[in-house]
């Protein structure tokens, strides 16, 4: 046995207790001082070698265009996968932390429109819990990579949400599966509508993913244009 295959070995076997709190380094000013004097800009490229839990890669992707994290160690990349840093509008208070995927849900999106009223949300001293039905939205720094629990044909719709409280209106792309319409699509979950590439009208700021309450939506629309 080689060295690569002694550390996969080892690493697997410590994986499902590695960074249980999403948070692979201890210190998180130590992460702040990584990040400080990265020479990077917003239309670099990043590739963090050795990812782990992919806790860096994470820290870093606000700061770049992209960033891909590559291990040895496959179960390392499924347990990072688990943790997903997001930020949410609940009643007005806007939260950022790690958000906790329990099994069996593999995305952000499923987890969403599960059966469960509450979400965890780590930061680095406390944890949150939130009512599900208390969150206008919640954005993800990125969607699970696993795809099982989507429908295997289908296409994203365009469509316009126009939203209560001045919240404005934003367009983004639903995914409907085959053999089935926007309308009933929607009807089907529960909670959420999650959304990929979102932009509000009346600002620049754009969204890989979104998930919105259907609470505070008004009306959506398919605007023309499938993709």
Known sequence: MDTLERNQRAFTGQSEGFSPDGNTYADADELLWMLEDLPVSADALA???????????????????????????????????????????????????????????????????????????????????????????LEALKEGEDTGSRPRSGQFHQVTVTLKHQAGTLRGEFFVPEDSTLKTSLNKVRRFVNLREVKFVSSPEHYGFLAVGKQEIIMIQETTGQG
């Not at 291990?71 to 509008?89: C, H, P, S």
């Not at 329990?102 to 995305?107: L, V």
Request: glycine share 6%; hydrophobic share 45%; proline share 4%.
């Open 47 to 137: 590739l963090d070698i050795a990812t782990g839990t992919g806790e860096f890669a994470r820290a870093i992707a606000p700061q770049v265009s992209s960033v891909i994290g590559l291990d040895a160690t496959q179960a390392m990349l499924e347990q990072g996968k688990k943790f997903i840093k997001v930020r949410v509008n609940a009643s007005g208070k806007r939260i950022i932390g790690i958000l906790a995927i329990p099994p069996p849900h593999f995305r952000v999106s499923d987890y969403l429109n599960s059966h469960d009223d509450f979400l965890r949300i780590k930061q680095e001293k406390t944890e949150i819990v939130v009512a599900k039905d208390a969150i206008s939205y």
